[in-house]
């Protein structure tokens, strides 16, 4: 044993394929184990699906549509993550790695809530969240309270117990001793409360026919997720930040960017990877392989991996994502709307616009003007980044007026099933939904000879970057309790 083994300290080389966050993190950390590291990157940046478009950001799709953003100095858009809860370890490396960070607002009860093709009368109608939320409530209270007190949860419920839950019920919906909701200020007012005489109105209550046919109450499930409730976070400056955080605690010497893994192979002691560069490819060896790709590009890559291993990647099914920033030249959802940050959320092809959560009271602000999945992802993505925003524009007049296509300085969109590298926005994995159980995917939990792999799509946490870091983790370790055993 050599000194540094004793001392548990690695003395062998790896090389990490891929430079996005699992890969970044799994250079970091055995780096910090002694270990010699070389990452690969297609890109010619770090980061992978952790990227911010800036003033000057210049992309061109698989399809060979170019855009190149033309937001002011100091706007930006986070095309990938965006937002990190607090129980994430990403926290923790923005920390270590000294990335500032600040509120990212995820919930914001005066944002938009809008439905359409919903029977009532609130179909195409924007409504605010606290309206939509002190009334589901409301109204649910009432007819819990009043099941209750007719008796008609006596075969559940003690006569304390009824008792409690009636008290619980007021609380909650915020109805009267008759156990009705007539509606009230946590809705809102016209006028507000004010000066001297002025108590404010409390806008009246939608009805509760309409308010539950339009599915609207349907959204509050979003902000209780263990992974959507506030608070959540995002980096100052842009979601990027911790890329390069990680490139630079990695070293540039130890990173290749614009090296496109062409090939790879567990050789009789080690590992072989072949990748592009300027003047052609490039052989590298090394102890140990880290696999930190996206799985369905993976796949496509030759190498001696056992078949089963190729298959286990091909097999997960990809999600796509898509997200416009627009940039107005002033800030009228705050001006206009008294929104500051959070989240408008449709059930048109948009689904979600975000309200900048940085630059507040700024010159002008970037709205995230669609962030959607699955269909809505890919139907954008088949426009051209002109008609998309025609598109976004258009529907963003829905709920927010005319103002919606007045004074826009600059656009950019991203349809990550055209971006090279990624081909989507994240995976899921045959059989039972999040059900990270399969051979396939125990396969991929250990080592391939002398090649691991990583990423968010090894994880219980797919599409965050916490799920990036902590499978990242564990293949280092890994790596580690081999060399040290
Ligand atoms: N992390 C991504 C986001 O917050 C994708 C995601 C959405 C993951 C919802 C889980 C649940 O938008």
Redesign the pocket.
């Given at each position: 044993l050599t000194r540094d083994a004793l001392h548990g300290r690695g003395t062998k080389s790896v090389i990490v394929m891929g430079g996005g966050i699992a890969g970044m993190t799994a250079a970091y950390e055995l780096l910090k184990g002694g270990y010699s590291v070389t990452v690969l990157e297609g890109r010619d940046r770090p980061g992978g699906r952790n990227w911010t478009v800036r003033r000057g950001t210049t992309f061109t799709d698989l399809k060979g549509q170019t855009q190149t953003a033309g937001f002011s100095k100091g706007q930006y858009m986070n095309a990938g993550?965006?937002?990190i809860p607090q129980m994430h370890v990403t926290l923790d490396y923005c920390k270590e790695l000294g990335v500032p960070i600040e509120v990212f607002t995820n919930q914001n009860a005066d944002a938009f809530l809008y439905r359409e093709n919903v029977p009532g009368a609130l179909n195409g109608v924007p409504v605010r969240h606290r309206a939509v939320k002190a009334d589901a409530y409301g109204y649910t209270a009432e007819l819990l309270a009043k099941a209750t007190s007719q008796g008609a949860l006596d075969a559940e419920l003690t006569a304390e117990d009824k008792d409690a839950l009636i008290s619980y019920l007021r609380s909650f919906g915020a109805i009267n001793s008759a156990n009705e909701y007539v509606g009230g200020g946590r809705r809102g007012y016209a006028p507000e409360p004010g000066a001297h005489l002025e108590a404010g109105t409390p806008l009246p209550q939608y009805e509760l026919s309409d308010l539950f046919r339009s599915t609207l109450g349907n959204y509050f499930s979003f902000e209780m997720?263990f992974?959507?409730a506030m608070m959540m976070y995002q980096p100052i400056g842009g979601m990027d930040r911790i890329a390069y955080a990680f490139a630079e605690a990695i070293g540039a010497r130890r990173f290749r960017y614009n090296a496109e893994v062409v090939a790879y192979q567990n050789t009789t002691d080690g590992v072989a990877v072949t990748y592009t560069t300027a003047n052609g490819p490039k052989t590298v060896t090394a102890d140990f392989a880290i696999n930190a790709m996206p799985p369905h590009i993976a796949a496509k890559i030759p190498s001696n991996m056992p078949a089963g291993v190729v298959a286990a990647l091909g097999s997960v099914s990809r999600t796509n994502a898509g997200k416009i920033g627009i940039e107005y030249n002033r800030r009228w959802w705050e001006e206009d709307f008294r929104i500051y940050g959070g989240i408008t959320n449709a059930n048109t092809n948009i689904g979600n616009m975000w309200h900048p959560s940085y630059g507040y009271h700024g010159k002008t602000g970037t709205m995230i003007g669609y962030?959607n999945t699955g269909a809505n992802a890919n139907f954008y993505g088949a426009l051209t980044p002109a008609q998309r925003l025609t598109e976004a524009v258009a529907q963003g007049k829905k709920i927010f007026g005319d103002v919606y296509g007045e004074g826009i300085t600059a656009s950019f969109s991203q349809d990550w099933a055209s971006a090279k590298f990624s081909e989507a926005a994240?995976v899921s994995w045959p059989g039972a939904v999040g059900g990270q159980t399969g051979a396939g995917y125990r396969s991929l939990l250990q080592a391939s000879g002398n090649i691991y792999f990583a990423g968010d799509h090894l994880s219980h946490a797919?599409?965050?970057q916490h799920g990036a870091i902590t499978s990242a983790r564990a293949t280092v370790e890994q790596i580690h309790e081999r060399v040290t055993a």
């Open positions: 993550p965006g937002r997720g992974d959507q962030y994240w797919i599409a965050w």
